[in-house]
């Protein structure tokens, strides 16, 4: 059984920086980690994916260029740089586990929709002010 415990949130200003992690426990060689963010009175919304096996990785087009996705195999931890942070950032931030074949191409095609995702954790909440 999969599950994904996220830490690292935290409020600052615009243009700043954080790092979240993601503690993904029983996840396997191949599996999809994916970042995912709710503000309020939205629905839930990918932002980042990194199929574990290889490394490739998925960003959706509103964080590309600021968000960078690692993992750490050793620590079984997957992170989640954000630079450049912006207001509209701001949002819980969660992580789940795919074991999905094909999980990254998945991705790509439906813009990292968060069917077939599992282990969610408690999220970690990401303040961003102007």
């Known amino acids: 059984q999969v599950q994904a415990v996220e830490s690292g949130g935290g409020s600052v200003q615009a243009g700043g920086s954080l790092t979240l992690s993601c503690a993904a426990s029983?996840?396997?060689?191949?599996?999809?980690v994916g970042w995912f963010r709710q503000a309020p009175g939205k629905e839930r919304e990918g932002v980042a994916a990194?199929?574990?096996?290889?490394?490739?990785?998925y960003y959706v087009d509103s964080v590309k260029g600021r968000f960078n996705i690692s993992q750490d195999d050793a620590k079984n931890t997957v992170y989640l740089q954000m630079n450049n942070l912006k207001p509209e950032d701001t949002a819980t931030y969660y992580c789940?586990?795919?074991?999905?074949?094909?999980?990254?191409?998945?991705?790509?095609?439906?813009?990292?929709?968060?069917?077939?995702?599992?282990?969610w954790g408690q999220g970690t909440q990401v303040t961003v002010s102007s």
């Open positions: 029983g996840r396997g060689y191949n599996d999809c």
């Open positions: 789940a586990i795919s074991r999905r074949v094909g999980c990254i191409v998945v991705a790509r095609m439906s813009e990292l929709a968060e069917d077939g995702y599992t282990g």
């Open positions: 990194v199929y574990t096996g290889g490394g490739t990785t």
